[in-house]
């Protein structure tokens, strides 16, 4: 049974800093990794999507990378805003086409 | 294209009452996924649609909620006999056939049952 894990559960940063956002993934048979965004009381926004076989994708400040024999990706957002903080959620598309999602990393930008 | 709709917006009702939630999917969207989410906690994947077959339901999904999409367009989610552990945010996404397109979701249906 497929289990995507995110780490920090929640992190607070000063406005301007480099950050890392982590999931991991128990079974590498994936079709590909998705990073959301989450505002509270909202639905999910798509950030960016990678495919099993890609490393890395990148929009804007935003990259992903993707390891998939590892069972692992993560979220760098460069230079951080305010607007940034929201809840960030990753989730992998499993070859049955079944999407499971990680608990997610709250994230909190200080002004 | 107006991206997923999901009606309505929330939805108050009392224990042991029915509540049925509606989802639009992107059109030509075949695939149909509901989730439902708790205060802080990721999605949970309840079951989805491939057209108007059902693939999977999850065991949490128990015998008081049915979900169809009878023509491969619009989606229902019913629950029926409403419990307090239903409260949550039920989320409603579509893609194409292809991996290669984006998860799209919908707003959300807030349910609070009292």
């Known amino acids: 049974k497929q289990e995507v894990t995110q780490i920090p559960a929640a992190l607070s940063v000063p406005e301007g800093e480099n950050l890392v956002l982590n999931c991991s993934f128990t079974?590498?048979?994936?079709?590909?990794l998705q990073w959301f965004r989450q505002d509270p009381g909202k639905g999910l926004t798509s950030l960016l999507l990678i495919q099993s076989s890609q490393r890395e994708q990148t929009s804007g400040r935003l990259n992903a990378s993707l390891d998939k024999s590892s069972g692992r990706s993560t979220l760098y957002i460069a230079a951080s805003q305010p607007g940034d903080s929201a809840t960030y959620l990753c989730?992998?598309?499993?070859?049955?086409?079944?999407?499971?999602f990680g608990k997610g990393t709250r994230l909190h930008i200080l002004p | 294209d107006t991206g997923v709709s999901q009606n309505p917006r929330h939805k108050i009702t009392k224990r042991g009452q029915n509540v049925t939630f509606r989802c639009d999917p992107i059109?030509?969207?075949?695939?149909l996924y509901w989730y439902r989410q708790t205060l802080g906690q990721g999605p949970e994947f309840l079951t989805y649609?491939?057209?108007?077959?059902?693939?999977?339901k999850s065991r949490l999904l128990s015998d008081r909620f049915s979900a169809e999409r009878p023509k491969g367009s619009f989606s229902t989610l019913e629950i029926q006999r409403t419990e307090q552990g239903d409260s949550a945010m039920y989320l409603c996404?579509?893609?194409?056939?292809?991996?290669?397109?984006?998860?799209?979701f919908g707003n959300g249906t807030r349910l609070t049952v009292t």
């Open positions: 079974d590498s048979a994936i079709y590909n």
């Open positions: 989730a992998v598309r499993e070859r049955d086409d079944k999407i499971i």
């Open positions: 996404a579509s893609s194409p056939g292809t991996v290669r397109i984006p998860l799209h």
């Open positions: 649609f491939q057209n108007e077959a059902q693939l999977e």
């Open positions: 059109s030509e969207h075949n695939r």
